[in-house]
């Protein structure tokens, strides 16, 4: 294969909603570039980006998928991504390493609620969007009726720069705007014959195409004021003016294809070389260190890694973007994250897994290596007297999934951690670890099918069977009220013996508290803990009834104590001790004695103190169609949930609510229930707050069954 210039290549993302053609799509593209000489399909389990077995399996795809293909001189490097939601951390991926994205509407189906979080990612990343309006050859397809959802939930800058001569099972010409041309197809697609545009097609082609020279006229000073004079401008000016116009988000083109039948694809293709930006005309990239990296040859090496696939036979592949400079095979890079070392053994370009080996790859190409010792995703590679720093990693969604996991059978604990470990290389999104606090391996993800493919790898892949079940909730404990205790620690068991007397009181921490008047405060020591909240230590001893080397043992058996509960054996918070009498004996008395005595004289004053258990409660927003409102609302408020208000989103409705953490188990699975799929919801912590007293007196119910059984 030939080493393509920068200027020859096109970095093009494909995103869509699920079951809107993205992967037909990608299949039609490489067979027109001629990669593949025989179109798969994913009902025939045959396509060349659905390759994994999990993708196999379930007939659509879980992970993005690397292609090529040579067109007309030029190399178009386009990434096939996941449609469902709970995948959408591979489309943050792959926009940052992409200049612009194919966004392929079902039509269908129309704006669907993976369009938007898709076109949000978009947004975020200023990316150039030409909207591919696929699947117009079935029969409930709505040419008109999908454009006007498009620009009520876009805007008006998205212009058909085609449209069917008809739609359904007869579907088989396009009219092309720009060319004032009709694009027919034959019963296999491939190339279109060319027609004139005649009759009823005529006012509507001409009004468009006024509105597409405007747009043009408007994407450049220089041509703006070449429209006034002239009133019209050339195909040069007019090609010109739009590629501006794309670039800036100031126009979405709307292209009409039927990828299954191969039909509009050539012309998309035609439409990427000469519409699309190449890497050199994109915004440049700034890195840590303040470089501006234009994807030019000239500039520093550099190579961003944005994807990790473990393949059998293989290993470790690492996909990257290069950002400068150009690479070689047997070059030695420095990953600019940890000063590793790393040597280039091999340069691929893939479609899918298939690759083909090449020996140089230049700036603003796509292509992979393998074997890479200590570079992973989000890092850079440069060269050794390089200071260019990184590139800004691309975002990683945070997870609104979380369930715990374990081996079924113990000897598998060890394996199973190293797998997901392994999955976390290859899915960022994807999160796992053992909460000291809950004592649980919890795992976390973006919905219930999320887990799901991460279960299928472990069971099919690792050979590891793995039960999941409930994450325990983080509760915290608090006081509300003052409260005073002591505790004498004696212990006589021939020997030395141990004895400690500790007296203290505890109050809730608020700002602004104040000291008690009935003794002083000799000495004060503010601890923030690990887990949020505070505690305050105060040391009130006079006359040397406790001595001063032992109270660091007073106080750290208080913080074990706060690090289990009396309640719940949850964390404690938000406290405030004074240690203000006690009594020692000159020969027994010890450390361990006197942290037992602050342990135990913290619990029993804690007891009387107005205990309350508190509950983490989390901002939740939920993108519905406005139809399913109702039910979602309900739904969150039998989640002792609080709604804070509602947003239009385009098509959409936000809802914006507080909920408890502990009522939104399978919330993922519930929401796709009651709303067909249609909603989607984000997750963030808010605060600690108080539990109805119902609630606390379950869950204290529930920690004496649970101590009792273990004692």
Not at 100 to 114: P, S, Y
Not at 155 to 175: C, E, L, R, S
Not at 255 to 266: F, I, Y
Not at 395 to 410: L, Q, R
Request: with cysteine.
């Amino acid at each position: 294969m030939k080493v393509y210039e920068t200027n020859q290549i096109r970095n093009i993302n494909i995103v869509g909603g699920a079951k809107s053609g993205k992967t037909t799509l990608s299949e039609c593209m490489l067979f027109q570039g001629g990669v593949i000489s025989r179109r798969g399909s994913v009902e025939d389990k045959n396509s060349v980006s659905d390759y994994r077995d999990i993708e196999i399996a379930k007939q659509n795809s879980v992970s993005s998928t690397v292609c090529y293909a040579e067109f007309k001189d030029h190399k178009i490097n386009f990434i096939d991504n996941p449609g469902f939601t709970d995948y959408i951390g591979e489309v943050y991926a792959s926009t940052k390493v992409t200049d612009a994205a194919f966004m392929v509407i079902n039509a269908q189906e129309g704006v669907e609620v993976g369009t938007e979080m898709q076109w949000r990612v978009l947004t975020k990343y200023q990316t150039p969007v030409v909207f591919v309006l696929n699947q117009l050859d079935t029969e409930k397809a709505k040419f008109d009726e999908v454009l006007r959802e498009l620009k009520e939930a876009f805007g008006n800058k998205v212009v058909p720069f085609q449209f069917p001569v008809n739609t359904g099972d007869g579907f088989n010409a396009i009219v092309d705007v720009l060319s004032n041309k009709i694009l027919k197809y034959g019963k296999d697609g491939g190339a279109a014959t060319v027609e004139e545009v005649t009759g009823e097609f005529t006012d509507r082609v001409e009004e468009l195409r006024s509105f597409l020279i405007e747009a043009a006229a408007e994407g450049d000073e220089e041509l703006m004021e070449k429209f006034f004079e002239e009133g019209t401008l050339s195909a040069e000016d007019i090609a010109r003016g739009l590629k501006l116009s794309i670039k800036n988000r100031d126009l979405f083109p709307l292209l009409c294809t039927s990828a299954k039948n191969n039909m509009g694809v050539d012309y998309l293709m035609n439409f990427a070389i000469n519409n699309i930006i190449s890497p050199d005309q994109a915004n440049p990239v700034v890195t840590s260190t303040k470089v501006e990296l234009h994807s030019k040859v000239s500039d520093p090496v550099c190579a961003f890694i944005f994807k990790t696939s473990i393949e059998s036979h293989v290993g470790e592949v690492s996909y990257f973007r290069v950002y400068g400079g150009e690479i070689s095979e047997a070059q030695d890079l420095v990953n600019m994250n940890n000063d590793s070392k790393e040597r280039i053994s091999q340069i691929m370009v893939c479609a899918g897994k298939n690759r083909t080996k090449i020996n140089k790859v230049v700036a603003g190409d796509i292509a992979a290596t393998i074997k890479l010792k200590d570079s992973r995703n989000n890092q850079t590679l440069s060269s050794a007297k390089s200071n260019i720093g990184t590139v800004p990693p691309f975002d990683i969604p945070e997870p609104i999934y979380f369930t715990s996991i374990k081996a079924v059978n113990s000897s598998d604990d060890e394996k199973l951690g190293v797998a997901l470990n392994e999955l976390q290389k290859v899915d960022p999104s994807l999160r796992s670890g053992f909460s000291r606090e809950l004592r649980q391996m919890v795992v976390s993800g973006l919905g219930e099918p999320h887990i799901n493919t991460m279960k299928w790898y472990l069971n099919n892949q690792n050979k590891i069977e793995i039960d999941l079940f409930p994450s325990k909730i983080p509760y915290r404990e608090t006081i509300t009220k003052t409260a005073r205790a002591s505790y004498r620690h004696k212990k006589q068991s021939g020997g030395a013996g141990q004895f400690g007397e500790v007296h203290m009181m505890i109050q809730p921490y608020v700002e602004g508290y104040t000291h008690p008047t009935d003794f002083p405060v000799r000495g004060s020591e503010e601890y923030i803990m690990d887990w949020g909240g505070k505690l305050m230590f105060h040391n009130c001893i006079v006359g040397g009834s406790i001595d001063a080397r032992f109270m660091p043992a007073i106080l750290k058996g208080i913080m074990e104590r706060m690090e289990q509960g009396p309640l719940t054996g949850s964390y404690a918070r938000d406290i405030v001790v004074y240690v203000y009498d006690g009594k020692m004996h000159p020969v027994d008395s010890n450390e361990m004695a006197f942290k037992l005595a602050g342990r135990n004289a913290f619990r029993e004053a804690f007891k009387q103190a107005g205990p309350k258990i508190m509950e983490p409660v989390y901002d939740v927003e939920v993108l519905v169609p406005e139809d399913m409102m109702g039910g979602v609302m309900t739904d969150l408020q039998n989640r002792r949930g609080l709604v804070m208000g509602m947003d239009s989103e385009g098509r959409f409705q936000k809802i914006r609510a507080q909920v408890p953490l502990a009522e939104m188990n399978r919330y993922s699975t519930a929401l796709s229930s009651l709303t067909s799929g249609r909603a989607t919801y984000s997750l963030m912590f808010n605060e600690y707050r108080a539990v109805p007293s119902d609630v606390q007196d379950k869950l204290l119910k529930e920690y004496a069954e649970q101590t009792a059984e273990e004692d």
